[in-house]
T-cell receptor, first 111, second 115 residues
Framework: SQQGEEDPQALSIQEGENATMNCSYK?????LQWYRQNSGRGLVHLIL?????REKHSGRLRVTLDTSKKSSSLLITASRAADTASYFC???????????FGQGTELSVKP | DVKVTQSSRYLVKRTGEKVFLECVQD?????MFWYRQDPGLGLRLIYF???????EKGDIPEGYSVSREKKERFSLILESASTNQTSMYLC??????????????FGPGTRLLVL
């Protein structure tokens, strides 16, 4: 199965609510990154968390990393309709030299 | 501002045609990548390059080749297009700070339809 697997595959919430997406992986990593993709467009980098970090914030985004459980979560607080997009985690696997992307979580934020 | 451009947003080709997808970045990044994205399969790495004239196979290189003659340009070539190569193609570039894979900057994508 995939190195990075997101959960849930799809999430529908109301504006103002928080959205939480999870990512699990299998092997040791150097870092883990989250990206966003609006429909039919390229991916945009959101945040990078290194393997020796446990939590990172950027605006309304909070990312946690638990290397013992090989998992990460992305929290978007006070969501807006403009947050509607697909969200991908990507792992920089130790000595891999490339990113491995999960299949993504499709987030829908209803006004 | 960081910029990765791809030669076409939409492309329609016939089976057996040779197809060139061009990608240019203006950030002086050493690393460049080609992915394809299909529903239910996520992003899959086709080829990547760490330097000029250098290339590495990704997870699904069959039916593709690449060319990197200049640092800023990375081309993906479909030698003989087939219908199963209908997909969204995404190019990306990055630095490698301290040897790790850094942030990847993506182009807008090329949606290729092979008839």
């Amino acid at each position: 199965s995939q190195q990075g697997e997101e959960d849930p595959q799809a999430l529908s919430i109301q504006e103002g609510e928080n959205a939480t997406m999870n990512c699990s992986y299998k092997t040791s990593i150097n870092n883990l990154q989250w990206y966003r993709q609006n429909s039919g467009r390229g991916l945009v980098h959101l945040i990078l968390i290194r393997s020796n970090e446990r939590e990172k914030h950027s605006g309304r985004l909070r990312v946690t990393l638990d290397t013992s459980k090989k998992s990460s979560s992305l929290l978007i607080t006070a969501s807006r309709a403009a947050d509607t997009a697909s969200y991908f985690c990507a792992t920089d696997v130790y000595q891999g030299g490339k990113l491995i992307f999960g299949q993504g979580t499709e987030l829908s934020v209803k006004p | 501002d960081v910029k990765v451009t791809q030669s076409s947003r939409y492309l329609v080709k016939r089976t057996g045609e040779k197809v060139f997808l061009e990608c240019v970045q203006d950030m002086d990044h050493e690393n460049m990548f080609w992915y394809r994205q299909d529903p239910g399969l996520g992003l899959r790495l086709i080829y990547f390059s760490y330097d000029v004239k250098m290339k590495e196979k990704g997870d699904i290189p069959e039916g593709y080749s690449v060319s990197r003659e200049k640092k800023e340009r990375f081309s993906l070539i479909l030698e003989s297009a087939s219908t199963n190569q209908t997909s969204m193609y995404l190019c990306a570039s990055s630095l490698s700070p301290g040897g790790f894979v850094g942030t990847q900057y993506f182009g807008p994508g090329t949606r290729l339809l092979v008839l």
